[in-house]
């Protein structure tokens, strides 16, 4: 029998946000979403393009300073959009450079000001120091994550938006406390690089569990066999930071 149950996924800025190889989410919840008995079509939307009028799952990546700027301006023109999204419950997960511009704003290390579309209440500032290495934290929903954490920029979150995670190794958002990203609506932030999803399925089940119900009204999940995945999670963890 032919499933006809469908999600579109719609990349933000491929072009110019994708150097810690966060094409590795798109492919990998893609993957996962086809297992657990969906068709899938990605979208790439970069600047200037049309915003799809379909979309269920949102990703976004991570960038430079000088990515961040060009793309600032029309993720300014679609921010209402995306506002709108979130509060309706559409799930998304965006990576570093998105993640510090979907907060309230980004000071760069010189001093330049880049205002964000504050679907999070949260600002990071450019610090002198790298935060760069492995890095595993526990999340009461997502259990153990693991992933590889390179970003100078030091984030504070603000009222109603709670930390993804607590950091057991590394730093995370910033150096004073041990949380790391951010949630709110069903829109999750994250310094989390690697690619993030191929290692920690529960993120990529949630995403596709929230838009399915969003969509369709329930999701009946797949069995799966992860056991390669623990296994690379486990190596993730063993290596030094």
């Known amino acids: 029998m032919t499933n006809t149950k469908h999600l579109h996924i719609t990349q933000l800025y491929p072009r110019d946000m994708n150097i810690y190889g966060d094409w590795g989410n798109t492919l990998s ?3 996962r979403a086809q297992a657990h008995g969906f068709t899938t079509e990605i979208v790439d939307y970069n600047p200037g393009d049309p915003f799809p009028t379909e979309t269920d799952i949102i990703l976004g990546g991570g960038g430079q300073d000088s990515g961040q700027t060009i793309i600032q301006e029309d993720l300014h023109h679609i ?3 995306l506002n709108t999204m979130a509060q309706d419950g559409t ?3 965006v990576i570093c450079g998105l993640y510090q511009l979907f907060g309230n704003e980004f000071v760069t290390i010189g001093g330049e000001t880049l205002p964000g579309i504050g679907i999070f209440n949260a600002r990071t500032v450019g610090g002198a120091e790298r935060l760069i290495g492995n890095i595993v934290e526990e999340s009461p929903e997502f259990g153990t994550i693991v992933g590889y954490e390179n970003h100078s920029g030091l984030t504070t979150l603000g009222e109603g938006t709670q930390p993804l995670a607590t950091v057991t190794s590394g730093e995370g958002n910033n150096l ?10 069903n829109v999750i932030g994250t310094y989390l690089h690697g690619s993030l999803l191929p290692k920690n399925p529960a993120i990529s089940d949630y995403l596709i569990r929230t838009a399915a119900e969003k969509k369709y009204g329930s999701f009946t999940p797949a069995s799966i066999d992860d056991s390669l995945v623990e296994k690379a999670r486990a190596v993730a963890m063993s290596r030094p930071r």
């Not at 004073?176 to 609506?185: F, K």
């Open 29 to 31: 919840l893609s993957r």
């Open 176 to 185: 004073e406390e041990n949380h790391e990203g951010a949630r709110v609506h």
């Open 91 to 93: 799930p998304m997960l």
């Open 79 to 81: 921010g209402p959009t």
